[in-house]
Every structure is written in structure tokens, then in C-alpha cells.
């Protein structure tokens, strides 16, 4: 039964990698992959798939170049030249046989000569090839070390790192407390400045308060005695005038009683020959009368001067009563004033200290 072949594209089919790193890899390890020319292509048999298989498998686990190189080489030996048919046996210290090119006509002889030349010079491009190869596998082997190392640094400083974050996070927090301490304990003393000052302010309304209304009662008490020394002054006067005026008719009543009296007198001491006595007497009285009533009309124009003098003291404390209580309305309305701010204030302090707790 004829063995199945591969080529590239169905060897990335099989290990489903790109065609790009199938590629590398037979150029890499192609010592330990079959391979055989057919025209202008290669194709490989179920060894070299299971072979690339093994490779996937390692790269997979992390393995590097060298690794992979190593593991091929215990488990596989590397693929050697083919040997012509007519080739000498070679010498024991040959270290590679010899090339297919090296074939001669049938019935010619090797050249022992030549042969060892081309062994010696194989033996020394296989020395600098291993050499070479050597050089790189501890190349990429530092390199690989070197890569380790990196990540145990980065490791390390990623740790570190976690730990000078944690202790920056511990050490803010504890400045947080303490600032969160040191706050809480300056929104006490604020509170406590701004409940004194409150208590200082309502005191100090309190005490205005108190001082306005002792001011209003004086002021009561002023208007009430200046009322009464006025309506008092006005009963004085009224009482003086009807006494002046009682007194006046009286005396009126008198001199009339007496001139009646002297009348009735001559009239009957000197009925018949006493008229012009009588009409002296008569002038007489009636410049008497004159002069009373004169008297009287000079005692009335005083009265009534008095009156009206009585009258414009009354206006003029009228007039200060009226200004007197425009002042209590004034005053009033400041201390209702005063009150309204008070409350204002009130509400200010009370919204301040919500939002002082808050």
C-alpha cells in the first residue's frame, strides 16, 4: 500500500498553524524531517508530520529553540547523506561520508588522494557548522536566561510596587481617619462658636428686646402724666374762670343793689327838688356802670385771651402728643423691624447649622 504524502499547505491543514511558521519550522529542524524532491516541490511522509506534531506540542508547552532542538535530538538521529553505490568504505576518523556528486564512470578508479582532501575539508565545515550552531544554542540559552531573570525582576518589582501601593493606600487611609478626626473635632468647635454666638446674639435681642419695651412704658407713662397735667391745667383754668365770672355778677349784683338802694334813698329823701342831684347821681351811676362793664368787657377780653391761650397750650400739647405718638408708632415698628430680622437670623443660624452637620 503506497504511504501518504504531505506538503506544506496540508502539513498547516493537519497541525492548523499558519503556512508562515510551518515553513520556519522545516527550515529550522529539517535534520530531523523526511523529505523527499519531486520535481520542483518537496512533499514528507507521516514521519515528518508526526515529527512536526512533536514541535507544535513543545512550542505549545513554552519550550524555546534550544529545548526543541535537544528533545529532537535524544528522541531522533539526524538524517545523514546518502552514500553511492561504488563509494569506498571510508576511514575510521571520517567524520561525514562522502557526496553523491563524488561519482565516477563505471570501471575508473577513486583517487585516495583526493578523497582524503575532500574528508578533511567536510570535517572542518562540519567543525565550524557544530561550532557555530554551538555559539548560537548558548546565545539563545542566555538569552532564554536572560529573559528569565527579566521576568523574575519584573516580578519582583511588580511585587514591590503592590507593596509600596499598599502601604501609600495604608498610609492614606490613616491620614484620612486623622483628617476625618481632625475635621470632625473643628466642626465641634465651629458648632460650639456658632451655638455661644447664638446664644450671645438672642441674649443681646433679649436684652434690646426688654430695654425697648421698658422705653415704651416710660414713654406710655410720659404721654399719660403729660395728659394729665394738661387736663388738670385745662380744670384749673375752667374752675378760676367761673370763679372770676361768679365774682363779677356778684360784685354787678351788689353795685345794682347798692345803686338801687341809693336810688330808692334820694328818691324818697328828695322826691320833689332833688332831680338835678338825681340826674348827677344817675351820670354818676351810669359812669360807674360804664366803668363796670367796662371792667367786666376788659375781665372778659382777659377770659377769653386766657381761653384761647388755654386753647393754643392744649393744641401745641396736642401736637406733641400726636408727635409723641408717631415716635411710639415709629419705635413700634422699628422693634417689629428687629423682630422680623431676629427671626431671619434665627433661620440663617438654624440652615447654617443643618449644613454645618450634613
Do not use: C
Not at 509600596?164 to 460650639?192: C, M, N, P, W, Y
Amino acid at each position: 500500500m503506497e504511504k501518504r504524502i504531505y506538503l506544506v499547505s496540508d502539513l498547516a491543514g493537519e497541525l492548523g498553524v499558519p503556512r508562515t511558521t510551518i515553513n520556519d519550522w522545516l527550515s529550522k529542524f529539517d535534520r530531523y524531517i523526511d523529505s523527499e524532491n519531486r520535481g520542483k516541490r518537496k512533499v514528507y511522509n507521516e514521519n515528518s508530520l508526526t515529527v512536526l506534531k512533536e514541535i507544535s506540542a513543545l512550542r505549545a508547552s513554552g519550550k524555546s529553540a534550544f529545548d526543541i532542538e535537544k528533545a529532537l535530538s535524544a528522541r531522533y538521529a539526524v538524517h545523514p547523506d546518502p552514500v553511492p553505490p561504488a563509494a569506498q568504505p571510508l576511514p575510521e576518523n571520517s567524520g561525514s561520508p562522502a557526496s553523491a556528486d563524488s561519482k565516477e564512470p563505471s570501471g575508473s578508479q577513486t583517487d585516495p588522494g583526493a578523497m582524503l582532501m575532500v574528508t578533511h575539508a567536510a570535517e572542518k565545515i562540519s567543525a565550524g557548522l557544530f561550532d557555530e550552531f554551538t555559539k548560537l544554542t548558548d546565545q539563545m540559552a542566555r538569552q532564554e536566561v536572560r529573559h528569565k531573570q527579566s521576568l523574575a525582576r519584573l516580578a519582583m518589582l511588580s511585587g514591590l510596587l503592590l507593596l509600596l501601593t499598599l502601604g501609600l493606600g495604608v498610609i492614606g487611609g490613616a491620614a484620612f481617619l486623622k483628617f476625618v478626626e481632625v475635621r470632625s473635632q473643628s466642626d465641634a468647635a465651629l458648632t460650639r462658636r456658632m451655638v455661644e454666638g447664638t446664644n450671645l446674639v438672642r441674649d443681646d435681642l433679649a436684652e434690646k428686646n426688654r430695654q425697648q419695651i421698658l422705653r415704651q412704658e416710660q414713654l406710655a407713662k410720659r404721654q399719660n402724666d403729660t395728659v394729665d397735667r394738661i387736663m388738670l391745667g385745662v380744670d384749673r383754668f375752667q374752675i378760676k374762670s367761673s370763679e372770676r365770672e361768679e365774682r363779677l355778677e356778684k360784685e354787678i349784683r351788689m353795685q345794682k343793689e347798692l345803686f338801687s338802694d341809693l336810688v330808692r334813698r334820694i328818691e324818697e329823701q328828695n322826691k320833689q327838688n332833688r332831680a338835678a342831684e338825681l340826674a348827677a347821681a344817675r351820670n354818676s351811676f351810669e359812669r360807674e356802670l360804664e366803668l363796670v362793664r367796662r371792667t367786666t368787657a376788659i375781665e372778659i377780653d382777659k377770659y377769653e385771651k386766657a381761653s384761647r391761650n388755654s386753647e393754643r397750650t392744649a393744641s401745641e400739647l396736642r401736637g406733641k402728643l400726636d408727635a409723641t405718638d408717631g415716635l411710639y408708632r415709629t419705635l413700634k415698628r422699628d422693634f417689629e423691624t428687629m423682630q422680623k430680622e431676629n427671626v431671619l437670623l434665627r433661620k440663617q443660624i438654624e440652615l447654617l447649622t443643618e449644613n454645618k452637620k450634613k
